[in-house]
Nanobody, 118 residues
Framework: QVRLVESGGGLVQPGGSLRLSCTTS????????LGWYRQGPGKERELAAS???????DYADSVKGRFTISRDDARNTVYLQMNSLKPEDTAVYFC????????????WGQGTQVTVSS
């Protein structure tokens, strides 16, 4: 089965940084698009950042300039570097991977909690 495993969440002060990691059970090249979604308390899940097979990236307006998504194919890992964190960044962050065959096949990690608080 396909597994996505996130790590790197935790408690950080406003203005601090965290780096999230998502490791895939198989080759990261299996997926066309990888991304990080997040869901804060009382909020809908939203796409924070994504990266495709050609390393084209997209970011939510709320994280542009602060978050950077990247991938390391040798380690089958996608990262989310989060800088200048704000309390509103508090959320469960989910790794997401998609593969286009006839239709999209979508996979989710278990999520990792990020809490930004003083």
């Amino acid at each position: 089965q396909v597994r996505l495993v996130e790590s790197g969440g935790g408690l950080v002060q406003p203005g601090g940084s965290l780096r999230l990691s998502c490791t895939t059970s198989g080759s990261i090249r299996f997926f066309n698009v990888l991304g990080w979604y997040r869901q804060g308390p009382g909020k809908e899940r939203e796409l924070a950042a994504s990266i495709d097979y050609g390393n084209t990236t997209d970011y939510a307006d709320s994280v542009k300039g602060r978050f950077t998504i990247s991938r390391d194919d040798a380690r089958n890992t996608v990262y989310l570097q989060m800088n200048s964190l704000k309390p509103e960044d508090t959320a469960v962050y989910f790794c997401n991977a998609r593969r286009l065959q006839v239709t999209w096949m979508i996979y989710w990690g278990q999520g990792t909690q990020v809490t930004v608080s003083s």
